[in-house]
């Protein structure tokens, strides 16, 4: 190539360059999804992914991600350093092709098996891209090497700025808030939480996470170091320490099927929900695909076969099916894949086929083994399977009465909901109000036009403790079912549901803001989390918020939401103030309830969203179990605030 072809050649893909990164800034949420926080949060595990890569080449063993006081992040490691020397085609360092070339990622390393990769698997690029300033520092040969960058632009040519013995990259950036407008705040606990998984699902790597915005009270920044030696196995012990196992050890196993590493952890406790959670390269699959129906194909054929041979099941007079391998199961599956297909809304649905029969044989080996080698155990699993079997059999019936009433329109409907008249679902919401007297001044004080009631008679059941028949007969949760319209039961998932004929697009809990309404919130949540995910999933849950003060002076009154709202209010008054706490929603008469809680003009609704369904399971697990930890304080956390009405 001519020097002259060479320089064209260079502008021209420089040009392209800079149309990459004004296309991410243009169009963010095609490479990360969405440029709200989970967008936000992304950016820091696209950072880290290159890191965890690094480690699992066998490169590097310590990650560390620092929030500073900024709200920049930093990710660092002890790898080999992204290499700065020219890039032959490009003409500049590699290091900034990897920073500025949208679309490049770490690609020019053909021996790099590329296994991780966030879940859009954009590159750094687009990190920096969307980041008024990054910084990138490598350590490598004996010298830090630096370059700076503003939206996704190098500032000069990767520079030396002095010698080193360590080795390894370290990144800085400080998103935009220009392209996240609603919050470049960084939440520490969404942060550990994807590390914590990261460290399990990658043993023997120590990731260490700091924020460097709080000190705790020995005036330490808040810190966590993540580090698991025996992997999933682990990760199984975190998740279901809330639980009692009903055998003795985690069954487990690692190893490669067809070329694809396969790793397996399971294990049964005495409840009766089914927590599956798979991942593919680090990401979980929360719509599941080929390696989770491996998974469940292997472990009811192997289970089968055993049960069959011991005779336990020569007296059963009717079929075992499939979910009843499943009851009390909590298991995680996790798979390489080379060149993932991810498929359905979320695109977290595996789609690759040859991944199918690998998990399967391989949980085959591993439960065959297991088995054999413990019988005891054997029999105990079995036995619940059968009791699985039987309580599925009584179940079935309560739920065809729950979809039998379901399919009866108008004349179905539970005596207590107070319906609206508007007939578009879009436009319609449902009030789930704790206890038959709040929820008659919600009655008064709603617009009956577009919002309904169904008021929810003290606590519900605690699904989570409570066997599937026994949720189905319940009289306040087949209200529910009946009051949504939705519908439930596949062949595949006798608990899927039918969200078509869902006749309310918002569905709000209104509990009173005290312990005992939190613990109804928390109850109520919990049967959506097991039993109506997909109505979660899809947006339609939310909370609301009453408030917790009336300060008043005169004829001049205002409501406050927490103490210091409160105090701000008083003394906007300028004192002389009578302050009056809401107890309950009860305490507000019709107009106040409207006024503050109802009408969508004024009110804060919080929608319930799932970010982390591993986490989720735990922390359900945890709060409905025997223990009664702050649940109110969990929630705030986990719902996230929006005021979607605004
Ligand atoms: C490709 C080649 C080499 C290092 C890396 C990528 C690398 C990338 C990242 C991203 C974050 N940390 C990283 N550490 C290393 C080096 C190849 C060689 O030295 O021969």
Redesign the pocket.
């Known amino acids: 190539m001519s020097e002259d072809k060479k320089k064209n050649n260079y502008s021209a893909d420089s040009i392209q360059a800079l149309e990459g990164i004004e296309h991410v800034r243009m169009r963010p949420s095609m490479y990360i999804g969405d440029v709200g926080v989970r967008g936000l949060h992304h950016l820091v595990y696209e950072?880290v992914d290159?890191?965890i890569?690094?480690a699992m080449g066998g490169?590097?063993d310590t990650i560390g991600v620092i929030i500073n006081e900024d709200n920049s992040v930093s990710v660092k490691?002890n790898?080999?350093?992204?290499?700065v020397d020219m890039h032959k085609k490009e003409g500049v360092s590699a290091l900034q092709v990897?920073m500025t070339k949208i679309g490049a990622g770490?690609k020019?390393?053909k021996d790099?098996y590329k296994v991780s990769g966030g879940l859009h698997g954009v590159g750094?690029s687009v990190v920096n891209a969307l980041s008024n300033t990054l910084k990138a520092s490598v350590h490598r040969d004996g010298k830090i090497w630096e370059q700076e960058y503003e939206r996704g632009k190098a500032m000069y040519p990767v520079k030396s700025v002095g010698s080193t013995s360590d080795r390894?990259?370290v990144?800085t950036f400080h998103p935009d808030e220009k392209i996240f407008s609603q919050t470049i705040e960084f939440s520490y606990e969404t942060l550990s939480n994807r590390m914590r998984e990261l460290a399990y699902l990658n043993k023997g790597i120590t990731i260490t996470i700091t924020d460097r915005r709080e000190k705790d009270k020995d005036g330490e920044f808040i810190s966590d170091v993540f580090h698991s030696e025996e992997g999933l196995k682990e990760f199984i012990r975190f998740l279901d320490g809330n639980r009692e196992s009903l055998i003795q050890n985690i069954i487990a196993m690692e190893g490669e099927k067809n070329d694809i590493p396969v790793e397996v952890a399971m294990v049964y406790n005495t409840g009766y929900t089914e927590n599956l959670h798979s991942y593919v390269n680090n990401i979980n699959t929360h719509e599941g695909g080929t390696h989770l129906s491996g998974f469940r194909r292997g472990l009811t054929t192997t289970l089968k076969k055993y049960a069959d041979a011991s005779g336990m099941l020569d007296k059963l007079k009717f079929e075992i099916q499939g979910d009843d391998f499943r009851e009390g199961l909590t298991a995680i599956v996790s798979v390489k894949v080379a060149e993932p297909q991810f498929e359905g809304q979320t695109k977290t649905k595996l789609g690759n086929r040859e991944v199918s029969s690998a998990v399967s044989q391989a949980v085959s080996e591993m439960l065959t083994n297991y088995l054999e080698e413990h019988p005891d155990d054997a029999k105990i699993i079995v036995q619940k399977v059968i009791l699985a079997a039987q309580a599925r059999h009584a179940a079935s019936k309560a739920r065809e009465m729950v979809q039998r009433k379901n399919v009866m329109s108008g004349g179905g409907l539970p005596g207590k909901l107070s319906d609206c008249s508007e007939q578009d679902p879009a436009l319609c919401e449902v009030f789930l109000v704790e206890g038959d007297s709040a929820g008659g001044t919600a009655k008064q004080g709603r617009d009956r036009n577009f919002q309904a009631i169904l008021p929810l008679r003290g606590k519900i059941l605690n699904v989570e403790k409570a066997m599937q028949h026994k949720v189905f007969e319940n009289e306040e949760i087949k209200n529910i079912y009946t009051a949504l319209g939705v519908t439930i039961g596949t062949e595949e998932d006798s608990k899927a549901l039918n969200l078509e004929k869902l006749r309310y697009h918002k569905v709000i809990i209104m509990c009173d803001a005290d312990v005992d309404g939190s613990h109804i919130e928390t109850l109520i949540l919990t049967f959506f989390f097991r039993y109506m995910r997909e109505l979660i999933e899809a947006g339609h849950v939310y909370i609301a918020t009453p408030p917790l003060y009336l300060v008043k002076k005169g004829s001049k009154k205002n409501y406050a939401w927490n103490d210091k709202e409160r105090d701000a209010i008083a003394e906007s008054y300028k004192g002389g103030v009578s302050i009056q706490r809401y107890k309950g929603l009860g305490e507000m008469n019709a107009e106040q309830l409207w006024d503050t809680t109802m009408n969508p003009g004024y009110r804060t609704l919080r929608q319930v969203t799932i970010d982390n369904a591993t986490e989720s399971d735990r922390i359900f697990s945890m709060l409905m179990g025997d223990e009664v930890p702050p649940r109110r304080e969990f929630i705030e956390k986990n719902a996230v605030y929006a005021n979607i009405d605004a």
Do not use: A, L, W
Not at 79 to 83: A, N, Y
């Open positions: 950072v290159n890191s890569d690094e490169h590097c490691d790898g080999r350093g992204i290499p990897v770490g020019f390393d790099s750094v390894g990259t990144v």
